[in-house]
């Protein structure tokens, strides 16, 4: 089955997703981290595809969907985003599976409005984080170039930074999450904005706990093992804050879970999006 590619105007931005499966099916939402884009959730919406409309969207300044106004890449106001996405899309309650900043964006949309989500996935992230995988995602963004020589060059860049995933998805997520710029250099789709924040220390960092609190429905932790972004701590602390959670934790996966272990993610999730 393959991906179908939408445009939608938001609060006067443009915005891009991608669809997958028939309209007539459960609806559920896809949110990729920092950095991201719809497209690195093609693998597991492929597979999911046969019993869910699944709709992964660019956020703001990611992807092909609009930069921000201003730089204003502030949680809630991407789950500002997310309600009038979901409100133009998805006229009943609806599954959700935020990845990193996406599951930052869950919570706190579905803090302030419970009873849309009827099932929600948190991969690899919780309403703080440990302060070294912090640290290290911050160097990382911070220290990428601005424009990348060639494809080669970007393929090294992403190999480097994710070991764990096969060679296919990291192409894959070359011949996705670049723009081509003439004389074959390729610059990265998100908004330099959000690279100069990471830089500078000035991503938006909420206290999300209360609106953790407020999520009715049931939730599914997602943990890698080897994670340094969600430690065994903030998870424990997850599973007594929610009314109605559960934690399961992948091997041989750090904080990018779906990529590191897509087939071991997949056996965690899907049944739970089903029941």
Same mark, same amino acid.
């Given at each position: 089955?393959?991906?179908?590619?939408?445009?939608?105007?938001?609060?006067?931005?443009?915005?891009?997703?991608?669809?997958?499966?028939?309209?007539?099916?459960?609806?559920?939402?896809?949110?990729?981290?920092?950095?991201?884009?719809?497209?690195?959730?093609?693998?597991?919406?492929?597979?999911?595809?046969?019993?869910?409309?699944?709709?992964?969207?660019?956020?703001?300044?990611?992807?092909?969907?609009?930069?921000?106004?201003?730089?204003?890449?502030?949680?809630?106001?991407?789950?500002?985003?997310?309600? *009038?996405?979901?409100?133009?899309?998805?006229? !009943?309650?609806? %599954? =959700? &599976?935020?990845?990193?900043? /996406?599951?930052?964006? +869950?919570? *706190?949309?579905?803090?302030?409005?419970?009873? !849309?989500?009827? %099932? =929600? &996935?948190?991969?690899?992230? /919780?309403?703080?984080? +440990?302060?070294?995988?912090?640290?290290?995602?911050?160097?990382?963004?911070?220290?990428?170039?601005?424009?990348?020589?060639?494809?080669?060059? +970007?393929?090294?860049?992403?190999?480097?930074?994710?070991?764990?995933?096969?060679?296919?998805?990291?192409?894959?997520?070359?011949?996705?999450?670049?723009?081509?710029?003439?004389?074959?250099?390729?610059?990265?789709?998100?908004?330099?904005?959000?690279?100069?924040?990471?830089?500078?220390?000035?991503?938006?960092?909420?206290?999300?706990?209360?609106?953790?609190?407020?999520?009715?429905?049931?939730?599914?932790?997602?943990?890698?093992?080897?994670?340094?972004?969600?430690?065994?701590?903030?998870?424990?602390?997850?599973?007594?804050?929610?009314?109605?959670?559960?934690?399961?934790?992948?091997?041989?996966?750090?904080?990018?879970?779906?990529?590191?272990?897509?087939?071991?993610?997949?056996?965690?999730?899907?049944?739970?999006?089903?029941?």
């Amino acid at each position: 089955m393959e991906p179908r590619e939408r445009e939608i105007r938001l609060g006067g931005l443009r915005f891009h997703y991608v669809e997958w499966g028939t309209a007539a099916a459960p609806t559920l939402v896809l949110l990729h981290g920092f950095t991201g884009h719809a497209r690195t959730w093609d693998d597991f919406a492929a597979s999911v595809a046969d019993g869910f409309r699944v709709l992964a969207l660019d956020q703001r300044g990611h992807g092909d969907s609009d930069r921000a106004p201003h730089g204003d890449y502030r949680i809630a106001t991407m789950a500002q985003d997310l309600a *009038a996405f979901a409100d133009a899309l998805c006229p !009943r309650p609806f %599954r =959700l &599976v935020g990845l990193s900043m /996406g599951g930052r964006v +869950a919570i *706190a949309y579905g803090g302030s409005r419970p009873g !849309r989500v009827e %099932r =929600l &996935v948190l991969v690899d992230i /919780g309403p703080e984080i +440990a302060p070294e995988g912090g640290a290290r995602v911050q160097t990382t963004v911070a220290n990428v170039p601005d424009k990348v020589a060639s494809e080669e060059q +970007a393929y090294r860049l992403l190999r480097a930074a994710s070991p764990r995933y096969s060679d296919s998805l990291i192409r894959h997520r070359v011949k996705h999450g670049f723009n081509r710029l003439p004389g074959g250099r390729l610059a990265w789709k998100y908004d330099k904005a959000l690279r100069a924040q990471a830089r500078e220390g000035r991503r938006d960092m909420p206290d999300l706990w209360p609106d953790l609190a407020r999520i009715a429905c049931p939730t599914l932790i997602v943990r890698g093992i080897e994670s340094d972004v969600l430690s065994p701590q903030i998870a424990k602390r997850m599973l007594e804050t929610l009314p109605d959670g559960r934690l399961v934790e992948i091997p041989d996966a750090g904080h990018t879970v779906p990529g590191d272990q897509p087939e071991a993610f997949l056996k965690a999730v899907r049944p739970f999006l089903e029941s």
